[in-house]
């Protein structure tokens, strides 16, 4: 497989594309909007791979920025690679698979990730799964959620627990704890 970017500013006008005349190439990109740093990943005979492209193509018409895309499309190829050597697809894998996954990048390869990494693959996961169920690829998310947290991210926990202090724990704060 092959993963390439989009890059308007590559293609002139004129130019040629093997079996397009200049003018079709121009009719093409007129017709079909592709917004630069859209992820493209192809298969051996240059086929665009499913499910992969169609959420690079949705998160580009989403106005994801190109450095975005750029992540969600190693962490869905990495993804991708670790289910194909299991002989598994995004529809066929199980919550073990995706611990596993988890267990593979946050410990057992050469270099781990570091948790923050861990969190952007989780989030990047999270979304081509909502998208799948979305598109009805994938009956549900194959892992379990509690809440807001899922089973197999690293437990950091991303709701606020804000609340107001009263003007005793204030005035405590401000002479004790900033003042030392």
């Given at each position: 497989?092959?993963?390439?970017?989009?890059?308007?500013?590559?293609?002139?006008?004129?130019?040629?594309?093997?079996?397009?005349e200049p003018d079709e190439v121009a009719g093409l990109f007129e017709r079909r909007l592709v917004p630069d740093g859209m992820p493209i990943l192809l298969d051996d005979a240059m086929r665009p791979v499913e499910p992969l492209s169609?959420?690079?193509?949705?998160l580009a018409l989403a106005g994801r920025s190109p450095k975005t895309m750029r992540k969600y499309a190693y962490v869905g190829l990495r993804l991708q690679e670790f289910l194909a050597q299991?002989?598994?697809?995004?529809?066929?894998?199980?919550?073990?698979?995706?611990?596993?996954?988890?267990?593979?990048?946050?410990?057992?390869?050469?270099?781990?990730?570091?948790?923050?990494?861990?969190?952007?693959?989780?989030t990047a996961i999270n979304g081509l799964y909502g998208w799948l169920?979305?598109?009805?690829?994938?009956?549900?998310?194959?892992?379990?959620?509690?809440?807001?947290?899922?089973?197999?991210?690293n437990g950091v926990s991303r709701d606020l627990r804000v609340r107001h202090m009263t003007l005793e724990q204030y005035l405590y704060f401000r002479d004790v704890g900033l003042a030392g």
């Open positions: 497989m092959e993963l390439f970017f989009t890059d308007r500013s590559r293609v002139r006008a004129g130019t040629a594309v093997a079996g397009l169609s959420w690079f193509r949705q299991r002989g598994l697809s995004f529809a066929t894998a199980t919550e073990t698979d995706l611990l596993e996954y988890r267990l593979l990048r946050t410990r057992v390869q050469d270099q781990p990730v570091a948790r923050s990494t861990w969190e952007v693959e989780a169920v979305d598109q009805q690829l994938v009956p549900a998310r194959p892992w379990r959620r509690h809440g807001a947290r899922d089973s197999w991210r």
